[in-house]
């Protein structure tokens, strides 16, 4: 933009005085009809419907940005046709899942157990067959006895919790291992001693295979791995979050403390939230930095506020438009409405500066509003259009997320220029910043 605004500046007007000076076009080929005129003679005839349908454009956009949610699904990110979204749905639907998540449970320590009975305190070896059991490295001594019945049961009921939600595909914990157990022991559940001797036989290449993944001795905990089905349209990542979190402590009586949800999903939702949060609260500086620069530009704080408002609901109805469209925001869309306002505030400087120079001509408002949209509002109409011809060559992409951030901020573009050249000179008509003017 420094680049930009150096050049034209210093190349440009360098430029047009080696050219000479053009033709006036004849009348023939003058243009009869001009949307600027049009434009500026339906706020001249129309200047109060414009402010009715402006309060209620207001309501509906507030309407629609209360309505606005956060989502972030890579599958959707592409257009259906596209390889990469079918190979997608195909690893979703029919291999278990695309996007990883990690439910992590606690259990209590040994010390902590010490008020239970130990299931194995009764149990003496009298057979060389579990004598065997005693003999091994010293770390497996205390590990054998780890598997307790209570809770493999509760590794049980959380597999199978998991396994049973809809949003979920595949499920892999010791839970896997034990309905495995089941199968190969005649529909019998493995108990607390079956487990102790699988563990003390089972060679040390397959423990880090079956055990090691999905059981932490040192830390007392279980993992269970699960892979989240993004294809599902209904999926609602930080509502099943929260619900997982929920179901498993008072479902299942888990102790809050020791629930624990990690992965790349915890991770792109954190994001997401963090990048909402932030943007309403970059939204409200914006705001806050363009008063202050209006007020330093105009020297009013009627100006000021008069300017800030078509920039702010320019910005706001776009929101409004994907809360009323059920579009979610994601890492690409929730930065529409900064970029547009940085790039809609134009039109505005230019507008009112415009403005402020033609009312000191013969104090008509009604009379400068045509002469500033016969002059200042053709260079606003003729930027706003290739900027907005230029966001919206991002349709071409196979890339959704860049398709809307082309269609929203060519939308807010354009709203903003309509607003610039109806609301705005509407607005200094009514409030007349410049004093009480003649009407003559």
């Given at each position: 933009?420094?680049?930009s605004?150096?050049?034209?500046?210093?190349?440009?007007?360098?430029?047009?005085?080696?050219?000479k000076?053009?033709k006036?076009?004849?009348q023939?080929r003058?243009?009869?009809?001009s949307?600027n005129?049009?434009?500026?003679?339906?706020?001249?005839a129309?200047?109060t419907?414009i402010?009715?349908?402006?309060?209620?454009?207001?309501?509906?956009?507030?309407?629609?940005?209360?309505?606005?949610?956060?989502?972030?699904?890579?599958?959707?990110?592409?257009?259906?046709?596209?390889?990469?979204?079918?190979?997608m749905?195909i690893i979703d639907?029919?291999?278990?899942?695309?996007?990883?998540?990690?439910?992590?449970?606690?259990?209590?320590?040994?010390?902590?157990?010490d008020?239970?009975?130990?299931e194995?305190?009764?149990?003496?070896?009298?057979?060389d067959?579990?004598?065997?059991?005693?003999?091994?490295?010293?770390e497996?001594?205390?590990?054998?006895?780890?598997?307790?019945?209570?809770r493999?049961?509760?590794?049980?009921?959380?597999?199978?919790?998991?396994?049973?939600?809809?949003?979920?595909?595949?499920?892999?914990?010791l839970?896997?291992?034990?309905?495995?157990?089941?199968?190969?022991?005649?529909?019998?559940?493995?108990?607390?001693?079956?487990?102790?001797?699988?563990?003390?036989k089972?060679?040390?290449?397959y423990?880090g295979?079956?055990?090691?993944?999905?059981?932490?001795?040192?830390?007392?905990?279980?993992r269970?791995?699960?892979?989240?089905?993004?294809?599902?349209?209904?999926?609602q990542?930080?509502?099943?979050?929260?619900?997982?979190?929920?179901?498993l402590?008072?479902?299942?009586?888990?102790d809050?403390?020791?629930?624990?949800?990690?992965g790349?999903?915890?991770?792109?939702?954190?994001?997401?939230?963090?990048?909402?949060t932030?943007?309403?609260?970059?939204?409200?500086?914006?705001?806050?930095?363009?008063?202050?620069?209006?007020?330093?530009l105009?020297?009013?704080?009627k100006?000021?506020l008069?300017?800030?408002?078509?920039?702010?609901?320019?910005?706001?109805?776009?929101?409004?438009?994907?809360?009323?469209?059920?579009?979610?925001?994601?890492?690409?869309?929730?930065?529409?409405a900064?970029?547009?306002?940085?790039?809609?505030?134009?039109?505005?400087?230019?507008?009112?500066?415009?403005?402020?120079?033609e009312?000191?001509?013969?104090?008509?408002?009604?009379?400068s509003l045509?002469?500033?949209h016969?002059?200042?509002?053709?260079?606003?109409?003729?930027?706003s259009?290739?900027i907005?011809?230029?966001?919206?060559?991002?349709?071409?992409?196979n890339?959704?997320?860049?398709i809307?951030?082309?269609?929203?901020t060519?939308?807010?573009?354009?709203?903003?220029?309509?607003?610039?050249?109806?609301?705005?000179?509407?607005?200094?008509?009514?409030?007349?910043?410049?004093?009480?003017?003649?009407?003559?």
């Amino acid at each position: 933009i420094l680049l930009s605004l150096a050049l034209t500046f210093v190349l440009f007007p360098a430029g047009a005085m080696l050219v000479k000076k053009p033709k006036p076009p004849s009348q023939n080929r003058i243009i009869k009809f001009s949307l600027n005129e049009f434009l500026g003679r339906i706020t001249e005839a129309y200047g109060t419907a414009i402010l009715i349908l402006t309060a209620i454009f207001t309501i509906i956009t507030v309407v629609g940005v209360s309505r606005l949610r956060v989502e972030n699904s890579f599958i959707d990110y592409f257009k259906e046709s596209t390889e990469i979204y079918q190979g997608m749905k195909i690893i979703d639907q029919k291999l278990g899942g695309t996007t990883p998540l990690d439910v992590i449970v606690q259990f209590e320590t040994f010390e902590e157990d010490d008020s239970e009975d130990d299931e194995f305190d009764d149990f003496e070896i009298e057979d060389d067959f579990f004598a065997d059991l005693e003999k091994g490295k010293p770390e497996d001594d205390g590990r054998k006895y780890w598997f307790m019945d209570h809770r493999l049961e509760v590794i049980e009921r959380v597999h199978d919790y998991l396994d049973n939600r809809p949003e979920i595909g595949k499920v892999l914990s010791l839970g896997t291992l034990l309905k495995i157990g089941r199968r190969l022991n005649d529909g019998r559940s493995l108990d607390s001693l079956d487990m102790a001797i699988l563990y003390t036989k089972l060679p040390e290449e397959y423990k880090g295979l079956l055990l090691s993944p999905y059981v932490s001795f040192d830390n007392n905990e279980v993992r269970f791995t699960v892979r989240i089905k993004d294809s599902l349209k209904s999926l609602q990542r930080n509502i099943l979050l929260k619900e997982l979190k929920h179901d498993l402590v008072h479902q299942l009586d888990l102790d809050e403390t020791r629930v624990h949800l990690a992965g790349a999903m915890i991770l792109y939702n954190n994001m997401l939230q963090s990048l909402f949060t932030s943007q309403i609260k970059t939204l409200g500086v914006v705001a806050f930095a363009l008063l202050i620069m209006f007020l330093f530009l105009f020297r009013s704080l009627k100006i000021a506020l008069i300017a800030l408002f078509p920039n702010l609901l320019s910005a706001g109805a776009v929101l409004g438009v994907m809360g009323w469209l059920d579009i979610p925001l994601d890492m690409m869309t929730i930065t529409i409405a900064a970029i547009s306002i940085g790039i809609a505030v134009d039109n505005t400087i230019h507008y009112i500066h415009r403005f402020k120079q033609e009312i000191k001509i013969d104090n008509n408002y009604y009379a400068s509003l045509h002469r500033c949209h016969n002059s200042i509002g053709y260079a606003m109409y003729y930027t706003s259009m290739i900027i907005i011809v230029g966001f919206s060559i991002l349709i071409l992409s196979n890339f959704l997320p860049t398709i809307y951030f082309g269609l929203f901020t060519g939308l807010a573009m354009f709203i903003a220029l309509i607003a610039s050249l109806t609301l705005l000179p509407q607005l200094l008509v009514w409030i007349k910043p410049f004093g009480p003017g003649n009407q003559s």
